[in-house]
């Protein structure tokens, strides 16, 4: 079955940086587009960042944009997120999220409706 298995979460110092991963399985992952969504207790979750089958499309939420930066490794059934100049609202349980989109994008962040989820992983942005 697919997994997706988030890590590289944590506490952090505003302006810091942290990396999270995601290790993929149970699926042809050069085929699936990627994305990266947050949540806070009492709020929608919200999606953050999406990438193509190849790597080089890539949408990012304005909230993020210019200081996060998602990517991917195919040979590794990886994806990441280099989260830079963190702020206390970046506060939030990080989830990856796979859609077998088959080589196809979307024009906008909300288009991106993936069918599978990891379990997520912490990120507590405080001084």
């Known amino acids: 079955q697919v997994q997706l298995v988030e890590s590289g979460g944590g506490s952090i110092q505003p302006g810091g940086s942290l990396r999270l991963s995601c290790a993929a399985s149970?699926?042809?992952?050069?085929?699936?587009?990627m994305g990266w969504f947050r949540q806070t207790p009492g709020k929608e979750r919200e999606g953050i960042a999406i990438i193509s089958t190849s790597g080089r499309g890539t949408l990012y939420a304005d909230s993020v944009e210019g200081r996060f930066t998602i990517s991917r490794d195919n040979a590794k059934n990886m994806l990441y997120l280099q989260m830079n100049s963190v702020l206390p609202e970046d506060t939030a349980m990080y989830y990856c999220?796979?859609?077998?989109?088959?080589?196809?994008?979307?024009?906008?962040?909300?288009?991106?409706?993936?069918?599978?989820w990891g379990q997520g992983t912490q990120v507590t942005v405080s001084s």
């Open positions: 149970g699926l042809t992952y050069r085929h699936v587009c």
């Open positions: 999220a796979a859609d077998p989109c088959g080589g196809g994008w979307y024009d906008r962040l909300s288009k991106f409706q993936p069918p599978y």
